[in-house]
């Protein structure tokens, strides 16, 4: 290949002007399932288009602004397995409530904390500075209620995730289904 082709292929992408928005899309899933995506895109005709194809594939459909996010708080969430805590659970417990959590959950498997996102970090870097591991931190779309649904209604909802999953500018996915 001439080194001209090279430069100017290296040229064009260095002074690509593309700009990515991000933006959230709110539907229904199969069974009254709320679903948020958050998607970034540098083309939202595209996105959405794909997004509402997705929707309708798996039995749900794609709604305005608004009509499923008063469902959800956005929460830091923190997710510890605990056989990799050397500490013992009220000490973590103490710990996470000292530095912002909101609340300490125990699980099977798993601690969960929750916290403000404005405390979001200041819990995790507590936590870290004490040699505490995560299986997951994040700030994520947090359902105030939850939806049952029957096995058909679940494996459509995992139809939908996953036709979401394979869009390139999907980035997050959130729903009120229970586990």
């Known amino acids: 290949m001439p080194n001209d082709t090279i430069n100017n292929a290296i040229k064009k992408a260095s002074t690509s002007n593309e700009n990515y928005e991000e933006i959230v899309y709110e539907g229904y899933g199969p069974n009254g399932v709320a679903v948020i995506v958050e998607a970034a895109t540098d083309n939202k005709n595209r996105t959405a288009a794909d997004v509402r194809h997705a929707f309708d594939k798996s039995g749900g459909n794609l709604g305005t602004t608004g009509c499923v ?3 959800f708080n956005k929460k830091g969430v923190i997710v510890i397995e605990k056989e990799t805590v050397k500490i013992e659970e009220e000490e973590l417990m103490m710990l996470a409530i000292e530095a912002g959590a909101e609340d300490f959950e125990t699980l099977e498997e798993v ?18 500075e004490n040699g505490i591991e995560f299986l997951e931190a ?14 058909a209604g679940k494996e459509k909802l995992e139809r939908l995730i996953e036709r979401l999953e394979e869009l390139d500018d999907v980035a ?8």
Not at 138 to 151: A, H, L
């Open 69 to 71: 996010s008063y469902m």
């Open 111 to 128: 601690y969960e904390i929750t916290t403000d996102p404005a405390n979001f970090t200041e819990v995790r870097e507590k936590l870290e």
């Open 138 to 151: 994040e700030i994520q779309m947090v359902p105030t209620t939850t939806v049952s649904t029957d096995e």
């Open 172 to 179: 997050n996915i959130y729903h009120n289904c229970e586990e």
